[in-house]
């Protein structure tokens, strides 16, 4: 090797010694703490059998520079280099110098004249003189890793004691890497006894929480075999059936359901099994200890194996009694208001028959106009006059008491059609007052058609009513908003005051004199349509701006 000053050959430890020196290494590292402590036993079994005064074990990091990672102790005391420095060299070195050649050619390097080597860099202060050098490069899966440096064997080096290095360093790695893939082991082991133990914490803090939870919980909480025997039930039993917890075990939960109950809970449970359903629910009757029945629902899971066959069940029941109760509540309400406008029809069939008879005679009164002197045609006006207006609350009257009752059934309409043919009714009186009604594309819906014709007749004679001097001018237009159709009429008529908008869709509600006639009740029709077909009715208006 260039730089040599000389080789010595013949000189080993005999393969005894060699084979002896990889057993210690070996054995040695299994009881090792961890990989410092291999590579410290590999560098005194290497100084040992090559007879080297002082060494060190190197590492190649991940930056292309050495660690090093176990070193002999020759008498460092002498080193003058400051502490903070030694670390320095001791870390992170970079690769220069007669050892750094191992790591550049991956092959060994014997010098017994170290210092007329060609990558001789000279040695810090107070370091021990180098006056022989053996280094052998550690390999694993052909790649350098790591080095082995010796120095100053007495006598220099030979090639025996390349050979020894060289085998023995193969055992150097795979001590080390055994000893660092253990200690990795231990820490995924730790690691995961410490992730169980947490799992395990948390578990139990779940299931004392679950169980907490179900013995405070107001719903009977239970868990059966398929046969229906109780192995599980919480405090509730005792509040709703009067059972103690501990006395309903072992015992059929179908001990505490009326027959019909039973019969209906195994006809869902076989239903259930059958078509591979992973529970059912439905209304049952318990039975109460004292005899009394209890209305209640259940909820019920069946639980499998890894096996997928049902082998537990596990419910929840409910005691409905307070619901049973507000349903019949409601029933009664609802039996009291179908009476109720039973009763309402009999008025309107009054108001339109009976209480009529006598406004027509009093209206028949105007044929006796002029044959009295004036003040009797005045009282006569008055009167015609009165029983005529009488006579349209009455019908306007009966027009909304209808609206919920004498309804047609709800179809597609096209609106477009239905606002058509209000608008030729209303033919003669849009001539009249010079009036115009115009109106976007339309959309069909699903309504009662007379009763959408009703809506736009109101709204749009209200417009034209509430003109003032102006030619009444009226826009049907509608928009679609989240799946709903938003219909808007305009006009251009007197407008009304905000403090007086939220009146107009009540009932007798007038904001003018007789000068406007009217009964106060179409747009309270209007608002009741509306409300019927699942919408609402608003108004927005200025005074003088329609």
């Avoid at 092959?107 to 080597?117: I, Q, T």
Wanted: net charge negative; with cysteine; glycine share 8%.
């Amino acid at each position: 090797m260039q730089g040599d000053s000389s080789i010595h050959t013949g000189r080993n430890s005999g393969e005894s010694g060699l084979a002896l020196a990889i057993n210690r290494v070996l054995l040695e590292a299994l009881s090792c703490k961890d990989d410092v402590e291999v590579a410290q036993t590999c560098l005194a079994v290497a100084e040992e059998l090559t007879s080297s005064a002082f060494g060190f074990i190197g590492e190649l990091n991940q930056d292309g520079r050495m660690d090093v990672i176990a070193i002999s102790d020759p008498g460092w005391d002498a080193c003058r280099i400051p502490e903070s420095d030694q670390v320095i060299l001791l870390k992170n070195m970079v690769l220069r110098g007669i050892w750094s050649r191992v790591f550049k050619d991956g092959a060994p390097v014997l010098s017994n004249d170290p210092h007329s080597h060609h990558d001789w860099y000279g040695q810090p202060e107070g370091h021990p003189e180098t006056r022989s050098f053996l280094g052998v490069p550690l390999k694993r899966y052909g790649e350098t890793v790591g080095m082995i440096g010796l120095a100053n064997r007495k006598g220099g080096y030979g090639d025996s004691d390349l050979a020894a290095l060289q085998s023995l360093s193969v055992a150097f790695v795979e001590a080390l890497f055994n000893k660092r893939s253990e200690l990795e082991l231990i820490r995924h082991q730790t690691e995961l006894e410490a992730l169980v133990d947490e799992r395990t914490v948390e578990l139990r803090e779940s299931e004392e929480r679950y169980r907490r939870l179900a013995e405070n919980a107001r719903d009977i909480i239970w868990r059966t075999d398929l046969e229906g025997n109780i192995q599980y039930v919480n405090r509730a039993v005792e509040s709703m059936l009067g059972i103690k917890p501990e006395k309903a075990l072992d015992i059929p939960l179908s001990q505490y359901m009326t027959e019909n109950s039973i019969r209906l809970s195994n006809d869902w449970l076989r239903d259930a099994l059958k078509k591979g359903k992973e529970g059912f629910q439905g209304e049952v009757e318990y039975l109460h200890r004292d005899g009394h029945v209890v209305p209640g629902e259940f909820n019920v899971s069946i639980l499998r194996d890894e096996a997928g066959k049902a082998v537990e069940l596990e419910g929840v029941s409910r005691d409905i009694t307070a619901r049973k109760r507000a349903e019949k509540k409601l029933r009664e309400v609802l039996e009291d208001l179908e009476r109720s406008n039973k009763d309402l029809e009999m008025f309107a069939y009054v108001a339109s028959h009976d209480l009529q008879e006598p406004l027509r005679m009093i209206s028949g009164y105007r044929r006796y106009k002029g044959r009295l002197d004036q003040d009797a045609d005045e009282f006569i006006d008055f009167a015609s006059d009165g029983a005529l207006r009488m006579q349209k609350l009455i019908n306007d009257l009966l027009s909304y008491s209808r609206v919920g009752t004498h309804g047609s059934p709800f179809e597609p309409t096209d609106c477009n059609t239905v606002l058509n043919d209000v608008l030729a009714g209303l033919q003669i009186e849009l001539t009249d007052r010079n009036g115009t009604v115009t109106h976007d594309p339309l959309p069909v819906v699903t309504a009662d058609p007379t009763q959408l014709a009703s809506l736009f007749q109101n709204l749009i004679t209200n417009a034209l009513k509430f003109s003032g001097d102006r030619p009444p001018r009226v826009h049907v237009s509608v928009t679609e908003h989240e799946n709903e159709w938003v219909f808007s009429v305009k006009d251009n008529g007197i407008g009304i005051e905000k403090r007086f908008q939220d009146r107009v869709f009540e009932v007798f509600q007038r904001l003018h004199g007789r000068e406007y006639p009217g009964t106060g009740i179409g747009l309270a029709v209007c608002k009741k349509i509306a409300e019927r077909h699942g919408g609402d009715i608003s108004l927005e208006s200025e005074p003088g701006r329609g």
